[in-house]
């Protein structure tokens, strides 16, 4: 057993920037809430069946040491009787989101004590072919997909009230009796999304078998990730934050093209601005609407340009309207970080600047570049809508400022008083246009071709770097990335695409422990916008 004091001492340290140490009141829009509410989705239900019961057996040549193979035929479940200490797995064959429910039938003279069992949910092998406890996380280890349900009367039928996010489902039969053994039937998953199962997606033209999965594998990811809001992840934190809403927005407007369901979510936001007009960087829908506590300077910023993709895509200048004043309230917050020079100073405030979980990042020069994008974004935005565009001063001081960035001599964008080179500041100064393309194209080439400087960690970063490339007219560099990186999940076995991905590092988490991965996150689901609207003409040129 492991001593819970060893445990508590690789338990690592809550970082510095998710302390809550201001907590604001919230300003509750009743309209808001309640034009939300009236746009909460009904969600689309389909029964699905698991396709095999399968072991895991090592094989060094994969990405998580091991591969699945069959170890009996599903159709032979209902025949096999498990006893104490006994373990299965089904594999579903891909990803589901849903409500799991099976029969618990009986093999043996009677039933005289309960059935005790442990089910694990996993996305990934690693879920279920290792113990998730304990766990060296520091977010709450309450996440880990597995249950422990005694049943008292047997035979019965046995339907899960929580909903799970998985592929494989593992029993471990922990206890039955000496005089009886368990035998499971009608094993399925009701499973639910915001989009119906008959949805049409045009298919994407191309015959490069490569980029075919990575669209269908975003998709699936997007979808899974579409419940009554826009889910981060339906394992983990299955709330809505607004950086990940923004990508989910975008792929889902070449895609689902499922307006409501992001109109629904931008009212949600604008329904809880904070006392000083900025926006909770996630909120929760149960038991009823409240922000959550955390703050991301760059998810604030984030509303406006996520306002005006809706706002193009669906036509609703309305929306937008009405939305106008939630806008320009949050952008206070972050340009209030810009010093009389228009340069964004990260140190100004102590509030948390994200673009990316990777370790050591300074925030600096991305986030000069990722304001001044939104406050382009919100004066186009200002034009579509029929007033004035607010940040033209600021955008001329911004961009002026952004030479502070550039270092001549290595022709990169340098961030903080270490001078850092990161992928993350060459892409956000690159989608700002502070910089002719040219020059934002080789910044970032640079800066991937160094290997001091500092690369991404997330699929929402990566995305960034990704569009940024294509943008500067990188576009084969773009599809070198996407075939490196996501398709690097895929060869790995990816069903969904993943919080975060480290082609060297299986375990690797911005949380301590990969167990508290989610690996159905919804911003890694943007090949598909990539490649369906980024890189359209490109592709199209090149068939
Ligand atoms: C993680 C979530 C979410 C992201 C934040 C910043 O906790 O998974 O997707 O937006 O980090």
């Known amino acids: 057993m492991d001593d819970p004091d060893d445990r508590k001492d690789h338990t690592p340290d809550i970082p510095a920037n998710q302390k809550v140490e201001r907590v604001l009141k919230i300003n509750l829009n009743k309209e808001f809430a309640e034009k939300a509410e009236s746009l909460k989705p009904?969600?689309?239900?389909?029964?699905?069946?698991?396709?095999?019961?399968?072991?895991?057996?090592?094989?060094?040549?994969?990405?998580?040491?091991?591969?699945?193979?069959?170890?009996?035929?599903?159709?032979?479940?209902?025949?096999?009787?498990?006893?104490?200490?006994?373990?299965?797995?089904?594999?579903?064959?891909?990803?589901?989101v849903g409500y799991l429910s099976f029969h618990l039938g009986v093999d043996g003279i009677n039933v005289d004590a309960p059935t005790r069992l442990r089910l694990t949910f996993g996305e990934i092998p690693y879920d279920v072919t290792e113990n998730l406890h304990p766990c060296n996380t520091w977010i709450s280890t309450s996440w880990l997909p597995d249950e422990i349900i005694n049943?008292?009367?047997?035979?019965?039928?046995?339907?899960?009230?929580?909903?799970?996010?998985?592929?494989?489902?593992?029993?471990?039969?922990?206890?039955?009796?000496?005089?009886?053994?368990?035998?499971?039937?009608?094993?399925?998953?009701?499973?639910?999304?915001?989009?119906?199962?008959?949805?049409?997606?045009?298919?994407?033209?191309?015959?490069?078998?490569?980029?075919?999965?990575?669209?269908?594998?975003?998709?699936?990811?997007?979808?899974?990730?579409?419940?009554?809001?826009?889910?981060?992840?339906?394992?983990?934190?299955?709330r809505l934050w607004l950086g990940d809403l923004r990508l989910q927005a975008l792929t889902n407007y070449c895609t689902f093209k499922n307006f409501n369901l992001v109109k629904r979510c931008l009212y949600l936001f604008a329904a809880l601005p904070r006392e000083d007009e900025s926006l909770p960087a996630c909120l929760f829908e149960k038991p009823k609407l409240s922000a959550g506590l955390d703050y991301i300077v760059d998810y604030d910023a984030l509303f406006g340009p996520t306002v005006y993709g809706y706002a193009v895509a669906s036509g609703d200048l309305d929306t937008a309207k009405e939305l106008w004043k939630t806008v320009l309230g949050s952008m206070k917050m972050p340009l209030s970080h810009l010093d009389k020079d228009g340069k964004f100073d990260s140190n100004a405030t102590e509030a948390w600047k994200f673009l990316d979980w990777s370790a050591g990042l300074d925030t600096n020069a991305g986030m000069h570049g990722l304001v001044l994008y939104c406050c382009k974004e919100v004066n186009k935005l200002a034009i579509l809508i029929g007033k004035s565009p607010p940040y033209v001063d600021v955008v001329q001081k911004m961009s002026e400022a952004v030479l502070d960035f550039y270092d001549e001599s290595l022709q990169v964008f340098v961030s903080g008083p270490d001078q850092q080179v990161s992928w993350i500041s060459q892409a956000w100064m690159a989608l700002s246009g502070a910089m002719e393309s040219v020059v934002c194209?080789?910044?970032?080439?640079?800066?991937?071709?160094?290997?001091?400087?500092?690369?991404?960690?997330?699929?929402?970063?990566?995305?960034?770097?990704?569009?940024?490339?294509?943008?500067?007219?990188?576009?084969?560099?773009?599809?070198?990335?996407?075939?490196?990186?996501?398709?690097?999940?895929?060869?790995?076995?990816?069903?969904?695409?993943?919080?975060?991905?480290?082609?060297?590092?299986?375990?690797?988490?911005?949380?301590?422990?990969?167990?508290?991965?989610?690996?159905?996150?919804?911003?890694?689901?943007?090949?598909?916008?990539?490649?369906?609207?980024?890189?359209?003409?490109?592709?199209?040129?090149?068939?």
């Open 42 to 96: 009904q969600l689309h239900e389909q029964i699905d069946y698991p396709l095999s019961i399968i072991e895991f057996i090592p094989d060094d040549n994969t990405f998580f040491k091991c591969k699945a193979v069959q170890k009996h035929p599903i159709e032979n479940l209902p025949n096999l009787s498990y006893g104490k200490n006994d373990q299965l797995i089904l594999d579903f064959g891909s990803h589901r």
């Open 151 to 238: 049943i008292d009367w047997l035979p019965t039928d046995v339907e899960m009230p929580r909903r799970y996010s998985f592929r494989y489902l593992k029993i471990d039969i922990l206890d039955t009796s000496p005089k009886y053994k368990v035998r499971f039937s009608n094993v399925s998953v009701r499973a639910v999304s915001a989009v119906p199962p008959t949805v049409k997606v045009p298919i994407l033209e191309t015959t490069d078998e490569e980029l075919m999965a990575l669209d269908r594998i975003s998709q699936v990811t997007l979808r899974n990730c579409m419940q009554t809001v826009f889910e981060d992840g339906p394992r983990r934190d299955r």
């Open 441 to 543: 194209l080789e910044a970032i080439k640079r800066a991937m071709e160094n290997p001091q400087s500092l690369k991404p960690l997330t699929p929402y970063a990566y995305h960034h770097v990704a569009e940024a490339l294509a943008r500067c007219g990188g576009e084969e560099d773009c599809l070198k990335l996407m075939k490196e990186y996501w398709g690097g999940m895929v060869k790995a076995g990816a069903d969904t695409f993943w919080e975060c991905f480290d082609a060297d590092d299986s375990r690797r988490s911005p949380y301590g422990d990969c167990h508290n991965n989610s690996y159905c996150h919804a911003w890694s689901c943007t090949p598909s916008y990539l490649l369906r609207v980024v890189l359209k003409k490109y592709l199209d040129g090149k068939r």
